[in-house]
T-cell receptor
């Protein structure tokens, strides 16, 4: 596909469980970003990758959140010991390095029950 | 990054111009103004950006005041599909790094 792909589109998990959210960026985009969005709020920055390395992870709320991008393409956001407050839409975006425009995926709606 | 202020919501009639204001009175000389929008249940979509000159593309026009303390996004002929939340963001550098989204302006275009 031509756009940023996120899977799954919806995820329901029980409190305390571990979840992984996947992002397939646009081919050739070296920059990749994770955001999360709670109802009625704007997207909140989590982490930014340049290639395989995390260039800015200042938005990760605590050490239960971790993200990887081992080959500089697909990225996985991992959440341990999920809490009800983690319920949100998790958005991924990618861009060419230095480009003004970033392309967002449709997001993964995570619900922790 | 400088903080922005936008109205919470606006209405516009279909076919009319939608003018969305944004105040960014603390903007620095090297900060750009970006606009993104988010249609319901979709990820944000880039619209336009500028530094100090007015900009136009196929989606919209961006008018930045001479003192750069405010700007206006103009959708010249709004359609129902333009109903969305519009975010005005200011940030240093041209590349895409940490965009700080506020709560935006919810634009409702009606028939």
């Amino acid at each position: 596909g031509a756009g940023v792909s996120q899977t799954p589109s919806n995820k329901v998990t029980e409190k305390g469980k571990y979840v992984e959210l996947r992002c397939d960026p646009i081919s050739g985009h070296t920059a990749l970003y994770w955001y999360r969005q709670s109802l009625g709020q704007g997207p909140e920055f989590l982490i930014y990758f340049q290639g395989t390395g995390a260039a800015d992870d200042s938005g990760l709320p605590n050490d239960r959140f971790f993200a990887v991008r081992p080959e500089g393409s697909v990225s996985t956001l991992k959440i341990q010991r999920t809490e009800r407050g983690d319920s949100a839409v998790y958005l991924c975006a990618s861009s060419r390095t230095g480009a003004a425009e970033a392309f967002f995926g449709q997001g993964t709606r995570l619900t922790v029950v | 990054d400088a903080k922005t202020t936008q109205p919470t919501s606006m209405d516009c009639a279909e076919g009319r111009a939608a003018n969305l204001p944004c105040n960014h009175s603390t903007i620095s000389g090297n900060e750009y103004v970006y606009w993104y929008r988010q249609i319901h249940s979709q990820g944000p979509q880039y619209i336009i950006h500028g530094l100090k000159n007015n900009e136009t593309n196929e989606m919209a026009s961006l008018i930045i005041t001479e003192d750069r303390k405010s700007s206006t996004l103009i959708l010249p002929h709004a359609t129902l599909r333009d109903t969305a939340v519009y975010y005005c963001i200011v940030r240093v550098a041209k590349g895409f790094q940490k965009l700080v989204f506020g709560t935006g302006t919810r634009l409702l275009v009606s028939p």
